[in-house]
């Protein structure tokens, strides 16, 4: 790795942590988005409190901004594994902001934005698993777990049967994987607890962690 990979992965960071859910919430409202639902800066929240435009707005400019830096890193770094560690670099800068003093969202748009170009296949698959289950029983946060899990099971299993990765880039969307799980940890609680909300319909209202 040079001093330049160095750079972009730092670069990658500060392109992840730009809060694009609180800049939107300001800007319409002057609001703070984390004084409202679950208190979370990312696309979901931005949704269920401030309705679908800036919700869907959030959520395009998060996988932006994670696809920018892997495309930054594929273009100058050194190493063939550049482009993950960038797109993973982004995801950790949305999930640790230090404009928000490292508390950020929970990394599943920046995740789909980082990876979907490197690896596509894991990336679908888990695109699969995650509509299937935010269709049949409607939480985005089990879809989302769901969806990290197979994602990140799915990258090792094509890099070991087929080569298709290299093992840095696997590895890295691996530990990628369990970032997001371990980011969802109150989700995970309240899941277990039968206070989760779900996306729509019955249930879709506060669960226990949210703010009022």
């Known amino acids: 790795m040079t001093f330049r990979d160095i750079l972009l992965i730092i670069l990658s960071y500060l392109l992840g942590s730009i809060p694009f859910g609180?800049?939107?919430?300001?800007y319409k409202s002057g609001a703070d988005i984390r004084d409202h639902g679950s208190g979370n800066i990312g696309?979901?929240?931005v949704l269920r409190t401030q309705g679908k435009a800036l919700g869907a707005l959030t959520l395009v400019l998060d996988f932006a901004k994670a696809a920018?830096?892997?495309w930054i890193c594929r273009t100058w770094g050194s190493q063939p594994w550049m482009d993950a560690a960038g797109g993973a670099a982004a995801v950790v800068g949305h999930c640790f902001p230090f404009s928000l003093g490292f508390r950020g969202g929970k990394g599943i748009a920046s995740g789909?934005?980082?990876f979907l170009f490197i690896a596509p296949v894991p990336t679908f698959a888990a695109l699969g698993v995650f509509l299937m289950e935010v269709l049949a029983l409607r939480w985005v946060s089990l879809g989302s777990i769901l969806a990290a899990l197979t994602?990140?099971?799915t990258m090792i299993g094509c890099h070991m049967?087929?080569?298709w990765y290299t093992l840095?880039?696997?590895l890295i969307g691996a530990c990628l994987s369990l970032l997001l799980v371990a980011r969802h940890h109150s989700n995970i609680r309240n899941l277990l607890s039968g206070t989760e909300s779900k996306?729509?319909?019955s249930g879709s209202g506060k669960s226990a962690d949210e703010k009022p």
Request: avoid cysteine; charge should be positive.
């Open 112 to 114: 789909l934005g980082a």
């Open 168 to 170: 840095p880039s696997a």
């Open 22 to 26: 609180y800049i939107l919430t300001r």
């Open 161 to 163: 049967a087929y080569g």
């Open 68 to 70: 920018a830096s892997v």
């Open 43 to 45: 696309a979901t929240n």
């Open 199 to 201: 996306l729509w319909g």
């Open 151 to 153: 994602f990140g099971g």
